[in-house]
């Protein structure tokens, strides 16, 4: 299995539930958090709670963005559960039949909730990142 640290974010795209395509090649100017997560994993959903305060740390910068992305199809469910835990940071979902295709077979994403750091220029700087050091690793990486 590859190591992503240090390499370029692959090439990707998803949709969010009103069919708005995200592709992974945009926005390189910002320091991107990436969280694949599932409404049907315990330990993402008690995540949520940390990650948004983080996301409301930096949600007022311009270059900073947080992504959370769905293998999954359970739209409903997740928009249900991102209204109720107050998740205001972007949802996709990773649609394409071909699972080679999809960013986290592509990563070798195994386990959730899995969080990933891409810096300004598109690169991976780090995976894996447990929700409690993030808010650390942002601070190094923006000027609040």
Not at 60 to 71: K, P
Request: glycine share 6%; net charge negative.
């Amino acid at each position: 299995m590859m190591s992503w640290k240090n390499e370029p974010l692959p090439e990707g795209h998803m949709f969010n539930v009103d069919g708005k395509q995200w592709e992974t090649s945009v926005e390189r100017r910002k320091v991107r958090v990436l969280v694949f997560w599932s409404v049907s994993c315990g330990s993402c959903m008690e995540a949520l709670d940390e990650l948004n305060v983080v996301y409301e740390s930096y949600a007022h910068m311009t270059d900073f963005a947080m992504t959370g992305i769905h293998r999954q199809r359970e739209m409903d469910l997740t928009q249900y559960v991102c209204s109720q835990k107050g998740v205001k940071w972007p949802q996709f979902y990773e649609t394409d039949s071909d699972t080679e295709k999809l960013l986290s077979s592509k990563l070798g994403i195994r386990r959730i909730p899995s969080i990933w750091v891409v810096g300004h220029e598109g690169t991976i700087l780090n995976v894996q990142v447990p929700v409690e050091s993030l808010q650390n690793i942002l601070d190094q990486l923006l000027i609040k």
